[in-house]
Nanobody
Framework: QVDLRESGGGLVQAGGSLRLACGSS????????MGWFRQDSGKREFVAAINWRGGNTIYADSVKGRFTISRDDTRVYLQMNDLKSEDTAVYFC??????????????????WGQGTQVTVAA
């Protein structure tokens, strides 16, 4: 079982930055793909994902050039710069054992955190 917990959400002015973090009480295992999704009523939207072993990354077009996903031995991070009001959402961390592959779909991930609220004031 992989229990995930997000941190770092909050209220920020448009143009500002936030850094989200996600970890597990059992650490982050190798060969686990990690992802960030967001939801602001309606369906859960893909934001970014990283392959644990190779460090390969994929991003939604809406965040390319502004958001950066990264990881260390115990956590995955989402650095969010130049935030816009449309980035307001609950952000979820996701994980699954997926050696060498990534996909921008919620169904790709079997483990989810509880979410952290990000609010961008115009």
């Amino acid at each position: 079982q992989v229990d995930l917990r997000e941190s770092g959400g909050g209220l920020v002015q448009a143009g500002g930055s936030l850094r989200l973090a996600c970890g597990s009480s059992r650490g982050i295992f190798s060969d686990y793909a990690m992802g960030w999704f967001r939801q602001d009523s309606g369906k859960r939207e893909f934001v970014a994902a990283i392959n644990w072993r190779g460090g390969n990354t994929i991003y939604a077009d809406s965040v390319k050039g502004r958001f950066t996903i990264s990881r260390d031995d115990t956590r995955v991070y989402l650095q969010m710069n130049d935030l816009k009001s449309e980035d307001t959402a609950v952000y979820f961390c996701a994980a699954d054992y997926r050696p060498g592959i990534l996909a921008p779909e919620p169904s790709f991930f079997g483990y989810w955190g509880q979410g952290t609220q990000v609010t961008v004031a115009a």
